[in-house]
């Protein structure tokens, strides 16, 4: 991986982390976040931000071109219950912005990555160990658009020769920056509620069987992709990773081991229902073990007590027993 670095979608919940991991190992000055909002105070004391909107083709290629960028993580993207109650906005975020992604990498030889989804998983693909390779026919735009990015990839790898790989990240947890607008945002939001009233009202059912990975883990999961060894990757755009698949009921019952009065109840958003029930209950992540070396080190009780205890000091809320 060229290690001058730019983060589109910097100031979403990976790209905040991820920003700051890869500035660590890479130089303060080295990787540029960039984002159409501002960043926080700890992201943007930390090193150079550019206000980027991913659809501008020109703003985005003279920065690229300014700071002789050698890495694009694109991370920018309108998430999938975000996506259905805007369509039209999620087809052009998701895919002009890629597509703009990659026009600039071939342009300016930058290696890319490229975030994408379980979403991949129509209703007609295995629900549970759902394989690397198997039909992808999603019924919701955010997936449609995610399968479109991953052959994007394989296009300008394929054609142009570039340097292209992505991972289909689990749903994520991490208490720095909140999720906006995905079906497994609830596990944060049943966290935070949980140290600040003790209840917290889900829109998904009970039952309803998601993979997840923690922010920790997710982080580590890009680097590594990108750092890997290009001769040993086969699947290098559409890499499954996941660490843990649960539903409601199992988060419930990991906070009430720190929060014994926490009360979980329901009231189910039919369309981000309707999207968890057309997508995989877990995912068959063994190439990306086998091809790059993929381990998770967090599982579900790992996961929520670091997030009970780190929402905890950062609310200064001390509920947790």
Not at 281 to 305: C, F, K, Q, T, V
Not at 314 to 320: A, F, G, M, Q, S
Request: glycine fraction near 8%.
């Amino acid at each position: 991986m060229k290690t001058k670095i730019l983060v589109t979608g910097a100031c979403g919940q990976i790209g905040s982390e991820l920003t700051l991991a890869l500035r660590e190992r890479y130089g303060r000055d080295n990787v540029i976040a960039s984002d159409i909002a501002g960043p926080n105070a700890e992201l943007g004391e930390s090193g150079p931000f550019e206000f980027i909107d991913c659809t501008n083709f020109d703003r985005m290629i003279n920065i690229v071109k300014k700071n002789e960028i050698g890495t694009l993580y694109h991370l920018a993207a309108i998430l999938s219950a975000a996506g259905e109650e805007n369509p039209q906005l999620a087809w052009k975020v998701n895919m002009d912005g890629l597509y703009n992604v990659m026009e600039i990498a071939r342009q300016t030889h930058c290696d890319v990555f490229a975030a994408s989804s379980p979403a991949v998983f129509g209703p007609n693909a295995p629900k549970d160990n759902t394989p690397q390779d198997v039909s992808l026919r999603p019924t919701n735009i955010y997936g449609v658009t995610k399968v479109a990015g991953e052959l994007l990839c394989d296009y300008y790898h394929l054609r142009y020769g570039l340097d292209t790989r992505g991972l289909r990240f689990s749903g994520v947890i991490s208490y720095k920056t909140i999720p906006q607008g995905g079906i497994t945002d609830y596990a944060v939001e049943m966290c935070y509620e949980a140290i600040k009233q003790k209840r917290y009202t889900c829109f998904l059912k009970s039952g309803t069987y998601l993979p997840f990975m923690y922010i920790k883990d997710a982080i580590k999961a890009a680097i590594d992709v990108m750092e890997a060894d290009p001769d040993k990757l086969i699947h290098r755009n559409a890499y499954n990773v996941s660490a843990v698949n649960f539903e409601p009921e199992m988060v419930a019952n990991e906070i009430k081991k720190f929060i014994p009065d926490f009360v979980l109840d329901y009231k189910v958003d039919p369309i981000r229902q309707g999207i968890a029930d057309s997508g995989t209950r877990g995912m068959d992540d063994r190439d990306a073990r086998e091809e790059w070396g993929w381990n998770h080190s967090y599982d579900l009780p790992a996961m929520i007590e670091d997030m009970l205890e780190n929402i905890s000091k950062k609310l200064n809320i001390p509920t947790v027993n």
